[in-house]
């Protein structure tokens, strides 16, 4: 079994700053690509951010400049620095990872449960 955690949410005014983090943990053997998505109320789930395990990142044009995603190999921990919030931000955010498994060696899509992000304007 493998769990990810997310924690960082919360309220913020616009202007302000988050730090999300997401940790994986249980059978894992490795974490290929890492990610970060949003779910608003009454739209669909959309990329946020995403890093590979070399580093290599995208991130959605609405969120250039203002997000980083980061992650520390060693802990399968990804983070998300959201600077310059906006009320339109404010989100459900969930992290995944493509965790291959111990024993199988088998690549899975996990998903976090997910941390509410609120901007005040």
């Known amino acids: 079994q493998v769990q990810l955690v997310e924690s960082g949410g919360g309220l913020v005014q616009a202007g302000g700053s988050l730090r999300l983090s997401c940790a994986a943990s249980?059978?894992?053997?490795?974490?290929?690509?890492m990610g970060w998505y949003r779910q608003a109320p009454g739209k669909q789930r959309e990329l946020v951010a995403a890093i590979t395990s070399g580093g290599t990142t995208t991130y959605a044009d609405s969120v250039k400049g203002r997000f980083t995603i980061s992650r520390d190999n060693a802990k399968n921990t990804v983070y998300l620095q959201m600077n310059s919030l906006k009320p339109e931000d404010t989100a459900v955010y969930y992290c995944n990872g493509e965790v291959v498994v111990t024993l199988t060696y088998n690549e899975y899509l996990y998903w976090g449960q997910g941390t509410q992000v609120t901007v005040s304007s």
């Open positions: 249980g059978s894992i053997f490795s974490i290929n690509a």
